[in-house]
């Protein structure tokens, strides 16, 4: 099984980059003001910020003639993963480069060798301790359940819920997680939850190159899925969606036969079957809405696919995959169902310049808002600049970290929402009827 690389191993890889700063610039340039891919790049001012910069240092790092330094650090450090550079990349040199891989291999080479920020290391002794970022304690990560009655189910049920770190210690939206979930076991979906028994989806250990802790992480979560016999894994964490089909099998895990959804594809799905319903929101403040695109629940959750990574040279010079039809290009993300629920609640949504595979981070992601404050602010106000050019006051995303980031930096005259509690009081079951 092909799981994730060493950067050494990537060598050919970085080597073949030709530092052409495509990784920089969105694919297909709509307007100059929002023509950038990278908020790392747009943050350092300076080609090691950006994807093909980090290349050029990774290659630095194997050869010998780069050491790590404290200017190295901060511009690794100010990367959220996004995988932007890894789409614009990939439409001139297909596979050949891959940038995110690399960087996934940088980070865990600068961990080895003893060069992680201190803020991640901190980040990380927190997920070690209690299991999310934050240092919240471990046993309230279920608090959000509590008053919650769920219909006893003979057997297995349907679905495991996994909530995520952000939502499960979220008390503001606690009662709209409750709420989409009554909905759930209304409509006669036979439900479970891990409560406070659930930890951290690894995802961000292995953004931050810790990739032990990843592997650790993403086994206690596969064996707790299939101990619990249920079908479908059901998130309502972009961040966990990308783990589960992205970076689990870079990992050598997999869910075998049962079903990875987020939340907004799974209730799409009851909706289409008759099973629930959406009832149009009659009140709305602004009926046009723009939407983000998470960079976890939508590039970055394309499924991942072990593939033979050499490349064979042909006429002496093409080099061409082996694997073609497992490249991933962010097509796969998860970027219909949202704007399908938007359209049911009533909204007519708006898409912003840069969107689905192509849209620009918030920068909440990576440990960016830790270790570099400032860069993640900056990234979320270039994305709220957008915003002014879509003709809407109104930001809805389907990510709780993106709707936390982007709701702290906005002015006071735009609102961010999260689709969750645009939801939690328009589900209407059609049916009880368990399957």
Not at 319 to 337: E, N, Q, V, W
């Amino acid at each position: 099984m092909i799981t994730s690389q060493p950067l050494a191993e990537r060598h050919d890889f970085l080597a073949r980059c030709t530092r052409c700063s495509q990784c920089k610039f969105v694919p297909t340039i709509k307007s100059q003001r929002h023509a950038s891919a990278c908020p790392s790049m747009d943050y350092g001012q300076f080609h090691a910020f950006s994807g093909g910069g980090q290349l050029i240092m990774g290659y630095g790092l194997l050869s010998g003639d780069v050491t790590c330094s404290e200017e190295l650090e901060q511009a690794v450090s100010s990367c959220t993963m996004c995988g932007n550079c890894d789409i614009s990349c990939k439409v001139n040199f297909a596979e050949t480069v891959e940038p995110l891989d690399s960087l996934y291999a940088l980070r865990a080479k600068l961990v080895a060798d003893g060069h992680s920020p201190a803020a991640h290391a901190r980040t990380m002794e927190n997920i070690r301790a209690t299991g999310n970022p934050e240092g919240h304690p471990r046993v309230d990560r279920g608090n959000w359940a509590l008053g919650l009655t769920l219909t006893a189910c003979d057997g297995a049920p349907e679905v495991m819920l996994h909530i995520g770190s952000q939502l499960a210690y979220d008390p503001d939206r606690s009662s709209s997680l409750r709420a989409v979930i009554e909905a759930l076991d209304a409509s006669g979906v036979a439900v479970a939850h891990l409560g406070d028994s659930e930890d951290s989806s690894g995802g961000l250990a292995f953004d931050l190159g810790y990739v032990d802790d990843a592997k650790a992480f993403a086994q206690q979560m596969v064996e707790k899925v299939a101990a619990s016999g249920a079908a479908t894994l059901v998130t309502f964490s972009a961040a966990a969606l990308a783990a589960f089909r992205a970076i689990y099998p870079r990992l050598g895990h997999t869910f075998q036969q049962v079903r990875v959804l987020h939340y907004t594809e799974y209730l799409q799905e009851l909706v289409q079957d008759h099973r629930l319903r959406i009832r149009p929101q009659q009140r709305v403040s602004d009926s046009r809405v723009a939407y983000h695109d998470s960079c976890k629940l939508g590039r970055l959750s394309e499924p991942w696919v072990p593939r033979d990574l050499q490349l064979d040279n042909q006429m002496g010079g093409i080099l061409t995959s082996r694997a073609p039809h497992k490249l991933r290009f962010g097509h796969g993300g998860c970027y219909d169902a949202p704007r399908a629920l938007l359209g049911h609640l009533g909204f007519e949504v708006i898409e912003l310049e840069r969107n689905r595979g192509s849209s620009y981070c918030c920068g909440a992601a990576a440990g960016v808002p830790q270790a570099l404050p400032e860069a993640a602010e900056l990234a979320a106000a270039n994305r709220l600049a957008e915003l002014r050019d879509a003709n809407t006051s109104t930001l809805v995303s389907g990510c709780q970290g993106c709707t936390c980031h982007l709701g702290r930096n906005a002015a006071a005259d735009v609102q961010v929402r999260d689709l969750i509690d645009l939801l939690a009081d328009a589900l209407e079951p059609v049916t009880t009827t368990r399957r």
